[in-house]
């Protein structure tokens, strides 16, 4: 089976890093938004790959945001990306980033990968994604990792149940 997202990745001239096993699932997941007006919000962007994988494969029709905690991701915006710097763990950051983009379509999720980031960036977005949009959270497992948190009661998964 062809798969359009891995191949705009691979083909990329620039850095990110992906799990292989994640291409069919944005493919069957994004198909939809293909050649479509859509916000695309990535949280996550600095070597600035995913960026263009996104808007190769979305379209030209398509708003890709770039969220990222490090300011040197700017750089990103010469090539026509929106680009936010901020804390995703900040109800006041994503106060501010609703304030001025509105509501988005889509939201994903690759950031810090803290399970406490991971569920303030759900519960902050939520309310701001158009009906029939999606939120994913890539890297879950990392709640089970000890370099995020783990062991604790309070985590991605439960906080998901």
């Known amino acids: 089976m062809a798969n359009k997202i891995y191949d705009h990745w ?3 001239k620039y850095y990110s890093v992906k799990h292989k096993n994640y291409f069919s699932i944005y493919e069957e997941l994004f198909s939809g938004y293909v050649g479509k007006k ?5 949280i996550g962007v600095l070597s600035g790959g995913s960026l263009f994988m996104w808007k190769n494969f979305l379209g030209d029709k398509a708003r890709i945001i770039g969220i990222e905690l490090n300011p040197v991701a700017k750089k990103w915006e010469k090539h026509g990306f929106e680009i936010f ?3 995703q763990g900040s109800g006041i950051f994503w106060k501010n980033f609703f304030e001025k983009v509105g509501k988005v379509d889509i939201v994903l999720d690759d950031g810090s990968h803290t ?3 991971q569920i303030v960036t ?3 977005c939520v309310p701001f994604i158009n009906n029939g949009g999606k939120m994913v959270t890539e890297d ?3 709640s089970y990792q000890k370099k995020f ?12 149940k």
């Open 10 to 12: 691979k083909n990329s």
């Open 115 to 117: 399970y406490k980031d």
């Open 38 to 42: 859509v916000t695309f919000v990535e």
């Open 122 to 124: 759900v519960k902050e």
């Open 140 to 142: 879950t497992h990392s």
């Open 149 to 160: 948190g783990y062991p604790d009661k309070y985590n991605f998964t439960n906080f998901s």
């Open 85 to 87: 710097i901020g804390d």
